[in-house]
C-alpha cells in the first residue's frame, strides 16, 4: 500500500457512508490521518487510522475544525464525527482484527 494511512482513512468513511469525492470526506480523511500520527507508532498503520476514528467525536479541537471547516454547527460537526466509531468496528471487523476490536470495546463502549 503506497499511502496506507490515506487508504485506511477512506476505507473508515466508505464504511460510515460518506459521499466521495466531497469536502466533508476529505477534511475528515486529512483529520483521521493527522489524528492517527498521534497514536503509538508500535501499533499498526490500520489500528493506529482506526484508534483514531474512535476517539475524534471526543475531541472538542476536532468538532471545532470539523465545523469551521464545512460551515456547519458544532452539533452538526459532532454528530458528523459520531458516524466514525460504528464504522472503524465495522472495518475491523469485517478485517479480523480482533485485538482492536477487544481493546476498542473496552474503551469505548464500556
Known sequence: MIFP???W???VLQAAGFPFPSQEAKVLIDLLISRSKKNPQELPIAE???FAALRLFHDKTAVAKVAEELGISPEAAKTTLAKLPNA???LASES???QFIEV???IHFE
Open 48 to 50: 493506529q487510522v482506526l
Open 9 to 11: 482513512a477512506v476505507l
Open 5 to 7: 494511512r490515506r487508504s
Open 104 to 106: 476498542a470495546n473496552r
Open 96 to 98: 479480523r482484527m480482533r
Open 88 to 90: 472503524a468496528m465495522t
